[in-house]
């Protein structure tokens, strides 16, 4: 089977990756890959964004099955695009993308379908989203408030405000954060507090099937400080969440949602990832994703046993309920080293040393997420996020352990990282 992954990160990397291991997919190609993807796949400069150069590109090459990674591609409708030409292609067509893609869409489509999330209201203008605050019915002015761009903002959308004058700087720099369209509605939520999960899963409109529970660090610097990144590092672990909450979680969140989407005619197809809170008045949902995580993904993938062309078969097919989904036991972990000056202001460039030592330890794989190869076969930083270095092991110790020793191989200058991911 020829293969195409849409996208260009540690995720793709991944994907392309799990893809050149199955005994069913023949030629495999990514666009537009990196540097590192180009190991495991045949790169083509097409944009995630380009669709119409992605569908002629499929046609061009006889491409049997499409893998697309991020959002941007899904928000604007390439499964739809390839579907009218009859290709398959894995993920959820532009309607049910909305879900990740319109805040203020995920928002009223929970409260409709009663899934538990926070209380919120949605505001049409940054001047209508201040009277919100200030007519007093979003609660006390010294509470804390989260402001939320409505459109895709790549991670930088949301400000958890600490009190009424916090939420107010937030929503008159909302625009200038994320630019005005995204920024066009702003939703306001209460502050949730509890520990945070993901729980992603496979979905063929009417099954469903779970991936590991994963744990994102979103924060730059250790201790979960400074700015939001893309996320600096994950870990897959049994103990993340307990069989009760994971029967509550499916129960009252995760079956009324595929309910949800087949109900308003926009059945979800495709990898569903689900933001949750473990609050004290159980499981709710801080937002979808319509895609793998990233770098969820890498921890996740390297732990899948099934060959990953009979899941996407299963999820065109709506067999998901009849295919055994296997997962290495154990835990694993990923380490995102990062260019300097990310993630405001990456510098990119420079050359990376150690990456043979790091591979060759025991159980790790080293995922590039914005790396570009030379002529001489150096590779270059070439983005903020820069590797993800992962590990799989039977306990979540060992795989940070390794992780970690294949992270002291690897140098660049004003490299970072941060060394409390899984702690
Ligand atoms: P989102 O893109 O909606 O997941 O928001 C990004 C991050 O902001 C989440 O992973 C949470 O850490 C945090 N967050 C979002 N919504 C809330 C909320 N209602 N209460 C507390 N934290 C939140
Ligand atoms: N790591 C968070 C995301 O992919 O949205």
Same mark, same amino acid.
């Given at each position: 089977m020829n293969i195409l992954v849409v996208g260009s990160g540690g995720r793709e990397h991944a994907i392309c990756h799990l893809f050149s291991k !199955? +005994? $069913? %997919? #023949?030629k495999i190609y990514c666009a537009p890959g990196n540097g590192g993807i180009a190991a495991v796949a045949e790169c083509v400069?097409? +944009? %995630? /964004? /380009?669709i119409e150069a992605l569908c002629e590109f499929a046609t061009l090459k006889s491409i049997e099955l499409t893998f697309v990674g991020g959002e941007t591609s899904l928000a604007l409708g390439i499964v739809d695009e390839f579907q009218r030409r009859g290709r398959r292609i894995i993920g959820p067509s532009k309607a049910a993308a909305k879900l990740e893609a319109s805040k203020a869409f995920a928002k009223d489509f929970m409260s409709v379908h009663g899934i538990p999330t926070a209380k919120y209201v949605t505001a049409h203008s940054p001047g209508f989203a201040i009277l919100e605050l200030e #007519?007093? /019915?979003?609660? /006390? %002015?010294s509470k804390p408030v989260v402001v939320k761009a409505d459109g895709l903002a790549a991670g930088k959308g949301v400000v958890i405000a600490k009190n009424r004058a916090e939420a107010i700087t937030a929503i008159n720099e909302m625009a200038t954060l994320v630019g005005t369209a995204a920024a066009d509605k702003i939703v306001l939520e209460e502050c949730l507090t509890g520990r945070e999960i993901s729980l992603l899963m496979f979905c063929d409109s009417e099954h469903f099937a779970l991936m590991p529970a994963t744990r994102d660090h979103k924060r730059i610097g250790e201790g979960d400080t400074g700015p939001n990144t893309g996320g600096m590092g994950t870990i897959t672990e049994g !103990?993340? @969440?307990s069989p009760d909450q994971t029967n509550e979680i499916i129960e009252k969140i995760i079956k009324p949602t595929l309910r949800g989407c087949a109900k308003e005619d926009i059945p979800f197809r495709g990898v569903l990832f689900i933001g949750l809170m473990l609050t004290a008045d159980g499981p709710k949902v801080l937002e979808y994703n319509v895609r793998f995580g990233d770098p969820e993904t890498q921890s996740i993938l @390297? $732990?899948?046993?099934?060959d990953v062309v009979d899941i996407c078969d299963a999820i065109l097919n709506g067999s998901l309920d009849t295919l055994e989904i296997k997962w290495r036991t154990g835990s694993s972990a990923t380490i995102v080293l990062a260019a300097e000056g990310y993630p405001a202001k990456p510098r990119t460039g420079d050359v990376i040393h150690g990456l043979d030592e790091a591979t060759g330890v025991n159980g790790v794989n080293v995922f590039h997420a914005g790396t570009s190869r030379s002529a001489d076969g150096e590779f270059y930083t070439a983005g903020g996020r820069v590797l993800g270095i992962t590990a799989v092991a039977d306990t979540l110790e060992d795989a940070l352990t390794r992780a970690y020793s294949a992270v002291d191989k690897i140098s660049w200058p004003g490299m970072q990282y941060r060394r409390d991911i899984g702690k």
């Open positions: !199955s +005994k $069913r %997919a #023949s400069p097409i +944009k %995630a /964004d /380009d #007519s007093g /019915d979003f609660g /006390d %002015a !103990s993340l @969440v @390297v $732990r899948l046993e099934t």
